[in-house]
T-cell receptor, first 110, second 114 residues
């Protein structure tokens, strides 16, 4: 089956620092979403980005579908950015289930 | 409410008990998904509904797990004769169309089986 690999697995930042999270996937996909899971467990949609680049405030994401990777950029990190960031893909070919990576655990310290 | 809601938020069950978890999707959303998230891992797909039709149940781990969405809106995930390995967070998600769009997740039900 498709492999979704996220890196790094863990990341510790000082408030104000920038970071890049990576998601590699092993097959063609119809959909790619980035989520932030907050400390209370809620999965928050960040981006729906099967291809191209999108920006939302301090966050931006780029997916290069032909090379099977996506990047999530966090600039000027804040303590509220702490949590787990998941990449999830929807396989091409009529499947509807999201396949999640293992996540990147981010801790931002003041 | 504008989002996906789930109840109960927390459930403690004794091994062997039956449990029922409820999901209220965003109004008008055609597609509904259930996922299971074990501690420290990413969510894993359980089952998918398009309106009232269960089109994919390939992720259900055993025949003790059963899901329904009889009127194409609210869904219930039932686990019979719970086991300790069923302890996890159960997440429900919905999407507007036929499943290729953004999936929106509820807050989850945290199940602990003792």
């Amino acid at each position: 089956g498709i492999q979704v690999e996220q890196s790094p697995p863990d990341l510790i930042l000082q408030e104000g620092a920038n970071s890049t999270l990576r998601c590699n996937f092993s097959d063609s996909v119809n959909n790619l979403q980035w989520f932030h899971q907050n400390p209370w467990g809620q999965l928050i949609n960040l981006f729906y980005i099967p291809s191209g680049t999108k920006q939302n405030g301090r966050l931006s994401a780029t997916t290069v579908a032909t090379e099977r990777y996506s990047l999530l950029y966090i600039s000027s990190s804040q303590t509220t950015d702490s949590g787990v960031y998941f990449c999830a893909v929807l396989l091409a070919g009529g499947y509807n289930k999201l396949i999640f990576g293992a996540g990147t655990r981010l801790a931002v310290h003041p | 409410g504008a989002g996906v809601s789930q109840s109960p938020r927390y459930k403690v069950a004794k091994r062997g008990q039956d449990v029922a978890l409820r999901c209220d999707p965003i109004s008008g959303h055609v597609s509904l998904f259930w996922y299971q998230q074990a501690l420290g891992q990413g969510p894993e797909f359980l089952t998918y509904f398009q309106n009232e039709a269960q089109l994919d149940k390939s992720g259900l781990p055993s025949d003790r797990f059963f899901a329904e969405r009889p009127e194409g809106s609210v869904s219930t995930l039932k686990i019979q004769r719970t086991q300790q390995e069923d302890s996890a967070v159960y997440l429900c998600a919905s999407s507007l169309g036929l499943g290729l769009e953004t999936q929106y997740f509820g807050p989850g039900t945290r199940l602990l089986v003792l």
